[in-house]
């Protein structure tokens, strides 16, 4: 079994695992200059209800909380690493917060280097959770239905491998290199997690920045989907959530997993 580092207690952290661990235990159990791709959603501290964590704190004490996992995140990736974060553009809970901006500026601060900023048009400008002042000027709500995924890499931008490890089709690379993906988001009520993204953006994320057997890992790995997609496309993987709840549905998901023919 191909082995990365040791955890507490003497575990071996072997890969195509997820492991119920919190992020910061999670990432300095990873050797260093050791991971090829994150692709993440990090929790938005919009007060969603998880089942093992507070998603409503200090917003100074979140941006602090992001940065040192940041912080790791560099650390384990190698220096032609990527990482891909899925983020809102902004937030309306407790006062407007452009977030996007607060991690662009969060990322840059711990030396990653900007590669794209993705736009992800959700496709559910009807979904209204709130309408201001009601046909009236007097203070409406605009509702933004778009999010970004935010695209850094350590510090080589080339990322080397061999040609027989892509797998990215003509078709894809056209669509996928456009600045703005339209997909529609992963219902909470299938997947069985509160905030779910859909596999077509890890999948995305895999076929453009990364070859067949790249080390892909979500230190935020929810219901399993980047673990799905990168079992699925042949790239090996790493998840960690603090959740035992949602570990155990990533890896039920998980076996029922199709690998694809290469």
Request: glycine share 4%.
């Amino acid at each position: 079994m191909t082995v990365l580092s040791r955890s507490k207690g003497d575990k071996l952290v072997e890969l195509n695992k997820i492991y119920n661990i919190d992020i910061m235990d999670g990432l300095r159990d990873l050797s260093e200059n050791s991971v090829d791709l994150i692709v993440t959603s990090p929790p938005y501290n919009l007060d969603i209800n998880y089942s093992d964590n507070t998603d409503k704190i200090e917003y100074s004490c979140y941006l602090d909380w992001t940065d040192r996992w940041m912080k790791l995140c560099y650390t384990v990736l190698k220096p032609d690493g990527r990482i891909c974060i899925n983020v809102p553009i902004e937030t309306n809970l407790t006062g407007k917060r452009f977030i996007q901006n607060d991690y662009i500026d969060l990322m840059e601060l711990n030396k990653f280097i900007r590669m794209a900023n993705i736009t992800w048009d959700k496709r559910n400008v009807t979904r209204r959770t709130a309408w201001g002042s009601w046909k009236s000027p007097s203070f409406p709500c605009v509702n933004n239905p778009l999010e970004c995924i935010l695209v850094y890499c350590k510090s080589d931008k080339r990322h080397l491998g061999n040609k027989e490890d892509i797998d990215i089709t003509r078709e894809e690379f056209i669509e996928y290199t456009m600045g703005v993906w339209d997909m529609a988001p992963a219902k909470k009520s299938k997947v069985g997690h509160p905030a779910p993204f859909p596999e077509e953006l890890p999948y995305r994320c895999m076929k453009l920045f990364s070859y067949r057997n790249d080390l892909v890992l979500d230190p935020f790995v929810g219901s399993g989907t980047t673990a799905i997609v990168a079992k699925r496309l042949g790239r090996r993987f790493l998840g960690f959530d603090i959740s035992s709840s949602y570990v155990d549905l990533a890896n039920s998901n998980l076996d029922s997993v199709v690998v694809n023919e290469v």
